[in-house]
């Protein structure tokens, strides 16, 4: 017998001299207690919280958890069925007209997680014989969609104009084609030239799908997204989300004025072959989207929170994943995985939850410590924050 996991051996290897060297394993933690949305007891100690990704805070904001509570009275803890048998409720549709309204487009689709909705959508739309032209540190979720839907895949350089300029130009002009674009590319927190990406797509015949997970709730005037911020959101033909960043729960959705778009929901088949999202879980994201169309002032003491680490963060000697904070996230970028292990790990001694990412998820082979803020992130806590890493990376070596 050939033992199907020998494939997975060089990564049990690589795990286990990490974790031998008497490092915590920074895959592995766990909340013990979560207090607020940037403070929580890990290891039985008070942790500021700087790796959720909950950048608007809605995870405890008193509507939303009221309204959670209310439909798990009303409706029960789960659907157990699927969105095209018994698992449509008021709730989704709520979310669904939350959703339009938000991005005042026509049509809103609602899937189990932000994953889903870009496996459901991609495939179903680009299959054989289309192209999909896309961002090579595209997330896991779109790469997914594409193998799904068997497209021919046509990756261009990191937030490179030119390369997808050249090529939609090398491409038979004949061809379905959908490029598909982020927002802000969650590794390294920097935002994508969607006013010329757009054009240039539009201009070659092409859709554009763009995937807005960690822009939603703060960029742009109304919280849409870099679309919206970079002034083409009108020609966007499909805007893919998530309610597992800043609305604060689960589930994912795409967005589109598409006129044939109500179709997906009988040919997509995450969307069909799933349970629905629990009747709890859409009541909070429906409220959570409708306080997020009046977030005006958080969106505003979240920039200025972004502004303060990553200036904070540069001052003390870090290399960051860019010049300037384009969004929530700023990554801090370590020599190599021990090291960066060994600064995670300080870190969390200090008092302080930061992600530690590596390949396959990083781009370039770069081991990083991304680090995301919230709109409940005081200024006091981001002063704590940057002393930590003071310390942190004194002990470690990272600064001097
Ligand atoms: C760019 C991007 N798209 C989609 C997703 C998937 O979202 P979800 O957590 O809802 O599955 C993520 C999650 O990290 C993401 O970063």
Known sequence: MTDLFSKFDPLIEMRSALLEGGVTDPFNLVMEKVESPTVAICNG??????????????TFDPDVIAAGKQALDEFGS?????????????????VEDALRDFYAMDHAMVFSTGYQANLGVISTIAGKDDYIILDIDSHASIYDGCALGNAQIVPFRHNDIDALEKRLKRLPPETGKLVVLEGVYSMLGDVAPLKEMVAISKAAGAMVLVDEAHSMGFIGEHGRGVAEAQ???????FIIGTFSKSVGTVGGFCVSNHPKFEILRLVCRPYVFTASLPPSVV?????SIRKLMN????????????????AGLRQLGFTL???????????????DLETGAAMWEALLNEGLYVNLARPPATPAGMTLLRCSLCALHSEEQVGEILGMFAAAGRATGCIS
């Not at 100690?45 to 809605?58: E, F, S």
């Not at 384009?326 to 990554?331: D, K, Y």
């Open 45 to 58: 100690k008070r942790t500021i919280l700087l790796g959720t990704y909950n950048y608007m805070g809605m």
């Open 283 to 287: 009541a909070t994201a429906a409220t």
């Open 78 to 94: 789960g659907t157990t069925g699927s969105r095209v048998l018994n698992g449509t409720y008021v709730g989704h549709r709520a």
């Open 321 to 335: 994943g860019t010049d300037e904070p384009h969004a929530a996230i700023i990554a801090v970028i370590m020599p």
């Open 231 to 237: 002034g083409v959101i009108d020609d966007v033909d």
């Open 295 to 310: 977030s005006a002032d958080k969106r505003v003491h979240l920039w200025e929170n972004s502004k303060r680490l990553h």
